[in-house]
C-alpha cells in the first residue's frame, strides 16, 4: 500500500508461501489486526500527517509532470484521495492511482487533471483489458489526437473491450491492436470511424492478419492511376476479385472505407481455397497458387501471409454456414467462429460453463439459452467484472486492508480543519526556514569564528565549550525572529481557524521541534568530562514549550540529547533539548526523566510513563543490559 508501515497478516522473516499456500497464508487474527489497526489510523494526529503526506506527493506529481503550482497540487490530492478511497473496493490502489494521473499527463502533453471517476475507469480498464497504465493513457492520447474528449474516450474504449470480449477475441491483444492503430483514424477514413476501425482490427486479428498491409494499399491508391493500374493486374488474372478489378471502386474505398478494401481483399484470396472432403482440411490448387501470388505482389503483402488469411478465411465461412437457420444471432455466430473448431467437417465449440457441443445441428433450446448468458457475462461492466474477479480472501482482507489504509486520508483531505492545519503549518514553516537560514547562514559571523577558533585550537575544552555557547546565542537570535503567529494571521484569510490562534497546541502534539538550546553548568562540566575522558553520565534533559500542552506527540521528538557519546566515539555535547513552540511563548516544564527503575509502580501507572516518554523503554533495557549489550539479570 501507498503509505502501508508495515504488513498485514505476514510474517517478514519467514518463507514466502507458494502454490496454494499462497492463497490460504492468512492467520486467524489478520481480520482483527485489520481492525485494529483502521482504529489506530483514525486518530487526529495520523490523519494530519497521511494528508500532509499526500499533499506532498500531489505537488511532487504536479510538478514533475505538469510543472504547475498549489491550485493544481490541491485538485490532484482532492481527486485522487476520493478516487482511492472509492475504488479499494475494486482492488484499485493509491498508487494505480498516481501511475494513471502520470502516464496521461506523459501522452497528453498539457495539463490534465483526470476526475474521480475518470481515475477509476482508467485504472480498471487497464486492469481489465491486461494493459499497462502507460499503454492505456497512449490509447486515450490516440483518440484526442482525432478530437475526442476524455470521457468520450474512456467510454469508446469500453466499448471496445466489450465488443473483443463479446467476438470471443484476446482482449489485451485486441485492445493493443486499437491502440497501435487509432491514429489511423485522422489520416484515413474508416465506415462509422472509430466502429468501422475496430472491425477491421477485429477480423484482421481473428485471421491473424495486419491490418497495415491494406492500409499501405489504400494509401498507394489515392491515386488515380494506381487505382486503375491495380485494377487491370486483378483483371488480368481472373477468378472472383470481386470490387479489386473496378478502379473506381478501388479509389472509393481507399478514400471512404480502408476496412472495407481489407475485406475485398480477404474475399478474393479466400475464392482460392477448396475444402478437401476427405481429408478434413482446406487446400489452394497449384493453379489458385500462381493466382494468388500475383495477388500478393498487386496488394504488396506476402505470399505466405495472404494464403494463411485465405484458409482461416475459408475455415471461418463454413463455420458461419453450418450455422444458418439454427438460431444464432449475428453476434453469436461472430463468437462462434472465432471460439470454435472444424473437426471432420464438424463444428464443434467448449466453452466455459458450457457443456461441449460436438454438432452444431444438435445444439438445444437450453443450450442457446445459456450461450446467451454467456454473452450478457461478457458485457458487463468493468466494475462488475473486477468485483467478479476478485476472490473471496481479496474481498475480505485485502480490499478490507486498502479501503482501513484510505480512511485516514478520506478524512483528512475531506475536513476544511485539516486543510486550514496544513495550509497554516506551511506559512508556519515558511517562516521558520527564513529565521533560520538568516541566523545561521553567512550572517552568523559569531558561529563561524568560534568554529574557526576551535579548529585552530585542535577541538580544545576551552574552544569547544566557547563553541557551543555560540551555537546557543545564534539559535536564541532564530528564536527571537521568528513569529509564526503574524505570520499566519498575515498570510491565511479570516476563515482558516487558525487565523488568530496560530497552530502551537496542535502542532506540538503531532511534531516535536526544538524551541530553544541552554548551555547550563552542568551541561559544561560534563562536555569536559567528555573532553578529558574523565567519565560522567549524561544530565538530565529538560524542556519548555510555549504549545500549552504536554503530549505523547510532542515529547516523542524532545527530550533527546544532542550527545552522550561515550568518549571512545568522540567528544560531543550533551545540551537541553526543548519541543518547538510554534509561537515561542509561555511555557510547561516535561520530564524526560525515566523516574525510579526499582520504585513500586501499578500497571495504569506504567502504561502512562511510557507514552508520555519515549526513552522510558530504553532505559530500562540499558538498566538491564551490561555492556556487552546481553541481558543481565
Given at each position: ?38 482504529v ?36 490532484m ?33 498539457r ?22 497504465n ?64 475496430s ?40 477468378g472472383?476479385v ?15 472505407d480502408?476496412?472495407?478494401?481489407q ?63 439454427l ?33 452444431f ?15 450478457r ?28 489504509s ?71 537570535t532564530?528564536?527571537?525572529?521568528v ?25 506540538a502534539?503531532?511534531?516535536g ?13 560534563h ?25 505523547a ?21 550533551a545540551?537541553?533539548?526543548?519541543p ?14 525515566t ?31 551490561d ?7
Amino acid at each position: 500500500m501507498f503509505f502501508e508501515e508495515s504488513g498485514i497478516g505476514t510474517d517478514s522473516g519467514a518463507a514466502k508461501p507458494v502454490g496454494l499456500g499462497r492463497a490460504t497464508d492468512i492467520d486467524a487474527g489478520t481480520l482483527k489486526k485489520i481492525s485494529k489497526d483502521m482504529v489506530s489510523s483514525m486518530v487526529p494526529p495520523t490523519i494530519i500527517r497521511r494528508t500532509m503526506q499526500l499533499q506532498q506527493l500531489s505537488y511532487e506529481l504536479v510538478r514533475e509532470s505538469m510543472g504547475q503550482t498549489k491550485i493544481f497540487g490541491e485538485a490532484m490530492m482532492d481527486n485522487i484521495a476520493n478516487a482511492a478511497f472509492e475504488s479499494a473496493q475494486y482492488g484499485l490502489t493509491l498508487d494505480d492511482h498516481f501511475e494513471t494521473q502520470k502516464s496521461i499527463n506523459e501522452v497528453m502533453q498539457r495539463n490534465t487533471i483526470l476526475t474521480e471517476e475518470e481515475s477509476i475507469q482508467m485504472g480498471l480498464l487497464a486492469r481489465n483489458a491486461g494493459l499497462t497504465n502507460a499503454e492505456l493513457a497512449e490509447m486515450v492520447g490516440g483518440f484526442d489526437s482525432i478530437g475526442v474528449g476524455m470521457q468520450d474516450a474512456l467510454d469508446k474504449i469500453s466499448g471496445l473491450e466489450k465488443q473483443a470480449r463479446t467476438y470471443g477475441l484476446n482482449v489485451g491483444q485486441f485492445m493493443k491492436n486499437i491502440s497501435g492503430n487509432i491514429k489511423l483514424l485522422s489520416g484515413y477514413n474508416f465506415k462509422n470511424g472509430v466502429e468501422g476501425l475496430s472491425k477491421m482490427v477485429a477480423r484482421a486479428q481473428s485471421l491473424r492478419m495486419d491490418i497495415n498491409a491494406s492500409v499501405k494499399l489504400s494509401e498507394d491508391l489515392l491515386s488515380p492511376e494506381k487505382a486503375i493500374e491495380t485494377a487491370a493486374g486483378f483483371q488480368m488474372l481472373g477468378g472472383a476479385v470481386g470490387d479489386l478489378g473496378d478502379p473506381f471502386k478501388l479509389l472509393h474505398m481507399a478514400q471512404n472505407d480502408v476496412g472495407g478494401l481489407q475485406d475485398a481483399i480477404i474475399g478474393m484470396a479466400e475464392s482460392a481455397v477448396v475444402f478437401n472432403e476427405k481429408t478434413g482440411e482446406f487446400d489452394i490448387p497449384v493453379t489458385e497458387m500462381y493466382r494468388l501470388r500475383e495477388a500478393a505482389k498487386l496488394t504488396g503483402m506476402e505470399y505466405t501471409e495472404l494464403a494463411s488469411t485465405a484458409i482461416k478465411s475459408a475455415e471461418r465461412t463454413t463455420k458461419v454456414d453450418m450455422m444458418e437457420g439454427l438460431g444464432f444471432t449475428e453476434e453469436q455466430k461472430e463468437m462462434l467462429a472465432n471460439l470454435s473448431d472444424l473437426d471432420q467437417g464438424k463444428v464443434t465449440f467448449d466453452i466455459p460453463g458450457f457443456e461441449k457441443i460436438t454438432d452444431f445441428s444438435e445444439i438445444s433450446e437450453g443450450q442457446l439459452r445459456k450461450l446467451e448468458d454467456y454473452q450478457r457475462e461478457m458485457g458487463k461492466s468493468d466494475k462488475e467484472i473486477a468485483l467478479d474477479q476478485s476472490s473471496f480472501l481479496d474481498k475480505q482482507v485485502k480490499f478490507l486492508s486498502e479501503i482501513s489504509s484510505q480512511l485516514a486520508l478520506i478524512t483528512g483531505v475531506n475536513n476544511d480543519g485539516t486543510r486550514d492545519l496544513i495550509e497554516a503549518g506551511g506559512v508556519s514553516a515558511e517562516e521558520y526556514n527564513r529565521g533560520f537560514t538568516e541566523a545561521f547562514g553567512g550572517q552568523s559571523k559569531e558561529l563561524n569564528d568560534a568554529m574557526q577558533k576551535t579548529l585552530e585550537e585542535g577541538l580544545s575544552e576551552t574552544s569547544m565549550i566557547e563553541f557551543m555557547k555560540a551555537f546557543e546565542n545564534t539559535y536564541s537570535t532564530f528564536v527571537d525572529t521568528v513569529n509564526t503567529e503574524e505570520a499566519v494571521r498575515n498570510r491565511t484569510d479570516e476563515d482558516n481557524i487558525f487565523h488568530e490562534r496560530g497552530i502551537a497546541d496542535v502542532f506540538a502534539q503531532i511534531f516535536g521541534m526544538p524551541a530553544s538550546i541552554s548551555i547550563d553548568e552542568e551541561t559544561i562540566e560534563h562536555l569536559r568530562q567528555v573532553i578529558t575522558g574523565t567519565g560522567g553520565g549524561t544530565p538530565s534533559a529538560s524542556a519548555s514549550s510555549a504549545a500549552g500542552a504536554s503530549s505523547a506527540g510532542a515529547s516523542s521528538a524532545a527530550g533527546a540529547s544532542l550527545g552522550g557519546a561515550s568518549p571512545a566515539t568522540g567528544p560531543t555535547a550533551a545540551v537541553t533539548v526543548d519541543p518547538m513552540s510554534m509561537t515561542v511563548a509561555g511555557s510547561v516544564t516535561l520530564d524526560v526523566n525515566t523516574g525510579s527503575l526499582n520504585s513500586v509502580i501499578n500497571e495504569d501507572a506504567l502504561v502512562t510513563m511510557i507514552l508520555n516518554n519515549p526513552t522510558f523503554i530504553p532505559s530500562i533495557e540499558s538498566a538491564l543490559n551490561d555492556a556487552n549489550n546481553t541481558y543481565n539479570a
